[in-house]
């Protein structure tokens, strides 16, 4: 069946292969960062609402689980925006639970709402957060990030510290540095101290690799990123694309034991689900989604067709993505 919130798996440099859920249904968030991948911010607000309610991802999910398909490394709750936005996110990770006692539960976050120690208190049920933190200088931060009126880096990075305290899991900080935006001396010092005061499991020193919101935001070279990511004291990474070691708890394998062949009728609509909340190139789709390039060439053209399809080129790899509300 043809799922809205319920996407992927895509292949993730940071987490592996990770099924993904939409928290949002449209693009909702607390920042407009210059580089989304999944296009410019619609909404933009700190309001925190059940933007999608628990029960209508949940019962998405659990569909996906009788379909038998191949199980993932992780569920990760992230979107076309900000997950934490979300006030029923406490359910959906429990719901997932139950769903997949010992799947890992990542949650994506650029950390605005951490603020928030409700916010915090609900996000200790995850078993990964991945928070974002581009610029701990206020003008690089609104410049980078383009975030509510009144949010402050700095606020935030103490948010995060305090969550580090009680948090059992794990965190994988991210920072994400296009040239000219965050990539000054002063930030980087002002990241090292702040990271060192966190202790994050893992950090994962990143630059631009795919399309994002604005044309003139673009990666920082080879040399800057090796820097940063020496003085960061950041994970090997080879590829943002390829999956790597995580450390996180082994899946038992018991939680889909019914396990039976994935119905690849509905490639289509799983492509072109994936490729509104991430652009991908073909290989990608194809394997993460366990379908052949063939069936991934066929949705391409009929997406193509239709009008909905975006292709860039970023060295010699071709990205395709289908943005929300290019039908309308
Ligand atoms: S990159 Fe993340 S935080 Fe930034 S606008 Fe996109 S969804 Fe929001």
New binding site residues.
């Given amino acids: 069946m043809g799922y809205k919130y319920v996407f992927g798996p895509v292949f993730s440099g940071r987490i592996g292969r990770s099924l993904g859920l939409d928290l949002l249904g449209s693009r909702v ?1 607390s ?3 210059v ?2 991948e ?1 296009g410019k ?1 619609d909404i933009l607000t700190s309001e925190r609402k059940a933007y999608v309610p628990a029960a209508e991802i949940l019962q998405e999910l659990e569909q996906w689980k009788g379909e038998g398909h191949l199980l993932p490394d992780f569920i990760t709750l992230g979107g076309l ?2 997950p934490t936005l979300n006030s029923d996110m406490p359910e959906i990770i429990r719901g997932v639970k139950k769903l997949f006692p010992s799947m890992n539960v990542a949650v994506l976050t ?1 950390a605005s709402t951490m603020t928030d120690p409700e916010v915090r208190r609900e996000l200790l049920e995850a078993d990964v957060v991945l928070p974002s933190m581009d610029s701990l200088i206020a003008s690089e931060f609104r410049a980078i ?1 383009r975030p509510c009126k009144g949010t402050d880096p700095l606020a935030i990075a103490r948010a995060l510290i305090e969550f580090r305290k009680e948090f059992k899991g794990k965190i994988f900080l991210e920072v994400l540095l296009s040239r000219g935006y965050n990539d000054s001396d002063e930030n980087l010092q002002k990241m090292k101290e702040f990271s060192a005061e966190l202790g994050p499991d893992r950090v994962d020193v990143v630059t631009l690799s795919r399309p994002g919101t604005l044309d003139k935001a673009g990666p920082v070279d080879s040399a800057t990123l090796g820097h940063w990511k020496k003085v960061l004291d950041a994970a090997p990474f080879k590829n943002r694309d390829c999956g790597q070691e995580t450390g996180v708890k082994e899946r038992s394998g018991t939680d889909n034991p019914a396990r039976v062949q994935a119905d690849k009728s509905d490639a289509f609509d799983r492509i072109q689900a994936s490729l509104m909340r991430r652009p991908q190139t073909a290989q990608q789709l194809a394997g993460a989604l366990e379908i052949t390039l063939g069936e991934v060439d066929l949705a391409l053209k009929k997406l193509e067709k239709n009008g909905r399809l975006h292709v860039r080129q970023t060295g010699d790899e071709f990205y395709y993505d289908c943005r929300l509300g290019d039908d309308t």
């Fill in positions: 968030c920042m407009d960062c580089y989304c999944v911010t925006g900000e650029n990030n």
